[in-house]
Each structure stands twice: as structure tokens, then as C-alpha cells.
């Protein structure tokens, strides 16, 4: 068990729709990071989030969206959903996000997301 | 951008057998890190390397930061059916706030 939790493990939903995805970080971790894993993609890197601010942004698509709130959980929203939009979306945690010695990334057990 | 690759895609071994795998960059990177993701569940830490020429140790695994900066080798000796998942690479490019970019992953099976 990293420490990280998320919520929903799983999700199945239509195209078109919207959804959240919830994660809360290790206790006293800071930053947060949000991965999408697809089969042909692999582990993609979307967007980083420290203390409340966005730090850092990948491959994250103009529908998805994501926020870090004052108690330090996260969300993803993913919005007009497309069938290649399914994956799993880990998020997670470090406790700086500064590329520091000891700054390293512990991983969510996933939420696999499935559009029909 | 900034790709890491990682040899062999796949590996099937025999149970009690020495595995090694590697990972490569075109470019340099200043933080390496192996994680270990078994079917369903979230990839977790192995180990992480901060130094080129680091050898770093975890159990039965054994990792390096090659010299040039540019690629990293995991070894993995006497396998046993546990270890079996997918072995992904990882590198934060030199520079601060820099993003942690993941390789393919090599697939591990041990036939006990």
C-alpha cells in the first residue's frame, strides 16, 4: 500500500459524458501528478500540481482538466469523453514535486475508466 | 522530445534464473528510477538512482546509472514466479521541475 488512494476504482460511462476522478495524496506529501496509461501509449504523464498550484504539464488533452484543493486531494475531470479516452489514470504523490534527492513518486492503485 | 527506450520488450525465464534489462535515453538524464507495476495495480518504487556510476541495491534487484547519464540497467538475480509484471524505466531529465518520463516497460514472465 503507497499511501495514495483513489476513487473510483472503476468507472464505465458513455462518450460525450464527463467525469471525476478523486485522489488523495501520501500523508505530508505536496505534490500531486496525474498519469494516463492506455495499452498503445503507455505511461503518459498529463499534468503536476504542488501545494494547491499547477507545476507541471505533459500530454494532458484540452477536454481534461485537473485541480489541487486547499486540503491537498485532487481531481481529474475528463469531459466530452471519447472511446480512446479509456485507461487507467493513476495519480501520484512526492513530497516536494522539486526534483530534490528524496523526491520521488509514489502511484495510486488506479482508476481504469471505460467509454462505450 | 525526450524518449526513453527499454530492452527486451518482453522476457519469459525459467524460475531461479538471472535477468537483466536496460533502459536508454538520446538524451542525458539526472534521475533514474526502475518501477515494478504487477497486473491491476498502480507501478511502485524499486529503486531510484541519483549519481552516475551509482550501483544501488534492493533484495534480489540491483540497479545502475550508467556513466554517460544516458542509460540504466536492472538486474534481477534467482527470479522467482513473484517477480513476474512489467519493469518500467523512468527519468527526470537534468534541471529542476523537470517531469518524470516513463519508458515502454519490459514484461516479465517466470515459468516456475
Known amino acids: 500500500d503507497s499511501g495514495v488512494t483513489q476513487t473510483p476504482k472503476h468507472l464505465i460511462t458513455a462518450t460525450g459524458q464527463r467525469v471525476t476522478l478523486r485522489c488523495s495524496p501520501r500523508?505530508?506529501?505536496?505534490?500531486v501528478y496525474w498519469y494516463q496509461q492506455s495499452l498503445d501509449q503507455g505511461l503518459q504523464f498529463l499534468i503536476q500540481?504542488?501545494?494547491?498550484?499547477?507545476?507541471a504539464k505533459g500530454n494532458i488533452l484540452e477536454r481534461f482538466s485537473a485541480q489541487q484543493f486547499p486540503d491537498l486531494h485532487s481531481e481529474l475531470n475528463l469531459s466530452s469523453l471519447e472511446l480512446g479516452d479509456s485507461a487507467l489514470y493513476f495519480c501520484?504523490?512526492?513530497?516536494?514535486?522539486?526534483?530534490?534527492?528524496?523526491?520521488?513518486?509514489?502511484f495510486g492503485p488506479g482508476t481504469r475508466l471505460t467509454v462505450l | 522530445g525526450q524518449q526513453l527506450n527499454q530492452s527486451p520488450q518482453s522476457m519469459f525465464i525459467q524460475e531461479g534464473e538471472d535477468v537483466s534489462m536496460n533502459c536508454t535515453s538520446s538524451?542525458?538524464?539526472?534521475?533514474w528510477l526502475w518501477y515494478k507495476q504487477d497486473p491491476g495495480e498502480g507501478p511502485v518504487l524499486l529503486i531510484a538512482?541519483?549519481?552516475?556510476?551509482e550501483l544501488t541495491s534492493n533484495g534480489r534487484l540491483t540497479a545502475q546509472f550508467g556513466i554517460t547519464r544516458k542509460d540504466s540497467f536492472l538486474n534481477i538475480s534467482a527470479s522467482i514466479p513473484s517477480d513476474v509484471g512489467i519493469y518500467f524505466c523512468?527519468?527526470?531529465?537534468?534541471?529542476?521541475?523537470?517531469?518524470?518520463?516513463f519508458g515502454p516497460g519490459t514484461s516479465l514472465s517466470v515459468i516456475p
Open positions: 501520484a504523490s512526492s513530497v516536494e514535486g522539486s526534483g530534490s534527492l528524496i523526491d520521488t513518486q509514489y
Open positions: 523512468a527519468g527526470q531529465p537534468y534541471g529542476p521541475y523537470d517531469k518524470v518520463i
Open positions: 538524451s542525458i538524464f539526472n534521475t
Open positions: 500523508s505530508g506529501d505536496l505534490s
Open positions: 538512482l541519483y549519481k552516475a556510476g
Open positions: 500540481y504542488y501545494n494547491g498550484e499547477e507545476r
